[in-house]
C-alpha cells in the first residue's frame, strides 16, 4: 500500500529552527510537496523536490532523499505566522498526489 | 502566478437540498482539478478526480449519484451536494493542478458548507 508518515504536531519557539520529516512509501515517484495550511484556510504551496538535495526558498527549505524514501521541511527564524499544519505530499506513478496527515506547528513565544 | 478561485466561500442550507460550489482556475488550464473534503482538526480526504471534458473519477466510499461533478471547461469544475444532510456538513476544497511539470496543485479557498 501507499503511506505518508509525519509527526502529529510538534511545537517551537519563536526565533528557532524546526525540523518537520516525513517519510514515505509509495507505487511510483515523481515528485514530494509541501503544503502549509492555517487553520479554516487551504493549503498554499511550498516546495517541490523531484531529485535528491536541498531546495531553498528563504526561511523555508526543503530536503529530499529518494533511496531513503526521506524528506524534511526545515524552518528557520521561527515566527508565530508560522503556526499551521504542514502537509507533506508524494506524486505517484499515475501523477496523484498522497498525502500525509499532516504536521500541527505550534509557535511559542 | 497561479490562482483558483472558488464560490461561494460559505454557505447555509436546508437538509434535503442542493448546493453547487464552483471552482475555477483563474490564470491557467487545468485539464484536471480535485475536490477534496476536511472535517475539523483531521487531514485532507479526496473525493473525486475530475478530468475536463470526461467523467470525473471518486475515492471508494464516496457515492457519485450525491456529490456530482462536471469540468465542463478547461477552467472551471463544480461540485454539487444533493440532498445535503446535517453529515455533510464540511469544508470543501477544490485543486487544479498545472498541465506541465511538475504538476503541481493550487487550492482554492475552501467552501464551508453547514446543513441546518
Known amino acids: 500500500g501507499q503511506n505518508i508518515d509525519q509527526p502529529t504536531e510538534m511545537t517551537a519557539t519563536e526565533g528557532a529552527i524546526v525540523q518537520i520529516n516525513c517519510t514515505y512509501q509509495?507505487?511510483?515517484?515523481?515528485?514530494l510537496f509541501w503544503y502549509q495550511q492555517h487553520a479554516g484556510e487551504a493549503p498554499t504551496f511550498l516546495s517541490y523536490?523531484?531529485l535528491d538535495g536541498l531546495e531553498e526558498k528563504g526561511r523555508f527549505s526543503s530536503f529530499l532523499s529518494r533511496s531513503k524514501g526521506y524528506s524534511y521541511l526545515l524552518l528557520k527564524e521561527l515566527q508565530m505566522k508560522d503556526s499551521a499544519s504542514y502537509l507533506c505530499?508524494?506524486?505517484?506513478?499515475?501523477?496523484?498526489?498522497?498525502w500525509g496527515a499532516g504536521t500541527k506547528l505550534i509557535i511559542k513565544p | 502566478g497561479a490562482v483558483v478561485s472558488q464560490h461561494p466561500s460559505w454557505v447555509i442550507c436546508k437538509s434535503g437540498t442542493s448546493v453547487k460550489i464552483e471552482c475555477r482556475s483563474l490564470?491557467?488550464?487545468?485539464?484536471?482539478m480535485f475536490w477534496y473534503r476536511q472535517f475539523p482538526k483531521q487531514s485532507l480526504m479526496l473525493m473525486a478526480t475530475?478530468?475536463?471534458?470526461?467523467?470525473?473519477?471518486?475515492e471508494q466510499g464516496v457515492e457519485k449519484d450525491k456529490f456530482l461533478i462536471n469540468h465542463a471547461s478547461l477552467t472551471l469544475s463544480t461540485l454539487t451536494v444533493t440532498s445535503a444532510h446535517p453529515e455533510d456538513s464540511s469544508f470543501y476544497i477544490c485543486?487544479?493542478?498545472?498541465?506541465?511539470?511538475?504538476?503541481?496543485?493550487?487550492f482554492g479557498p475552501g467552501t464551508r458548507l453547514t446543513v441546518t
Open positions: 485543486s487544479a493542478r498545472k498541465t506541465r511539470e511538475p504538476y503541481e496543485q493550487y
Open positions: 490564470d491557467f488550464q487545468a485539464t484536471t
Open positions: 475530475s478530468n475536463e471534458g470526461s467523467k470525473a473519477t471518486y
Open positions: 509509495t507505487s511510483g515517484f515523481n515528485g
Open positions: 523536490n523531484v
Open positions: 505530499a508524494v506524486m505517484d506513478s499515475n501523477y496523484q498526489l498522497i
